[in-house]
């Protein structure tokens, strides 16, 4: 258990619906993190809030919408995707403290978008 | 801009074998690195990490690394790898912090009997 969980594990989706992603941690953390992680490609990091406000959008597509509604949730909102958008999904969080610290994965959410 | 190169994909290795995974990164600055690892439909977990101090780093499962500033290096080991170890490595790089983790593409370990 990593204290981080991912909801849902697997989702199929066509390139005409609205899904969403969720993420909690349960580590007290202020920090959390969206990646993408495709076959073959280093992770990429798509979204990070800390203490709920977005601090770095890595010039993710518009159809990716992330959302921070509080410290321990975390979503990504997906609408009219592509199929190369296809991928794992990892969420992390990280506690913010002015010194370098670790980031702890969730599970991943397995996408894929026919 | 920072970067890192894990030069093999795939490193298949005999179970009680030594084992090397090499990483390489590039960076203007001082640097902070880090080894996660990524069991099979699980998320990342990290395996040691640099962020001053001896260079020889010690993390979890038997595994070290050693960062080798003047080749811009930081190789990850283990002296006798187990069935368990299968798995994929991912060697990252940092100059500001955890918020901005640059990660190479990893490398699949492929322990067998």
């Known amino acids: 258990e990593t204290g981080v969980t991912q909801t849902p594990r697997h989702l199929v989706m066509g390139m005409t619906n609205k899904k969403s992603l969720k993420c909690e941690q349960h580590?007290?953390?202020?920090?959390m993190y969206w990646y993408k992680q495709s076959a073959k490609k280093p992770l990429e990091l798509m979204f990070v809030?800390?203490?709920?406000?977005?601090?770095e959008n890595n010039s993710v597509p518009s159809r990716f919408s992330p959302e921070c509604p509080n410290s321990s949730h975390l979503f990504l909102h997906l609408h009219t995707l592509q199929p190369e958008d296809s991928a794992l999904y990892l969420c992390?969080?990280?506690?913010?403290?002015?010194?370098?610290?670790?980031?702890?994965f969730g599970p991943g959410t397995r996408l894929t978008v026919l | 801009a920072q970067s890192v190169t894990q030069l093999d994909s795939q490193v298949p290795v005999f179970e009680e074998a030594p084992v090397e995974l090499r990483c390489n990164y590039s960076s203007s600055v001082s640097v902070y690195l880090f080894w996660y690892v990524q069991y099979p439909n699980q998320g990342l977990q990290l395996l040691l990490k640099y962020l001053s101090g001896s260079t020889l780093v010690k993390g979890i499962n038997g595994f070290e690394a050693e960062f080798n500033k003047s080749q811009t290096s930081f190789h990850l080991r283990k002296p006798s790898v187990h069935i368990s170890d299968t798995a994929e490595y991912f060697c990252a790089v940092s100059d500001r912090g955890y918020s901005t983790l640059t990660f190479g593409k990893g490398t699949m370990l492929l322990v067998s009997p």
């Open positions: 809030y800390s203490l709920e406000e977005r601090v």
């Open positions: 992390a969080s990280s506690q913010e403290s002015g010194l370098v610290t670790e980031q702890f």
């Open positions: 580590l007290g953390h202020n920090a």
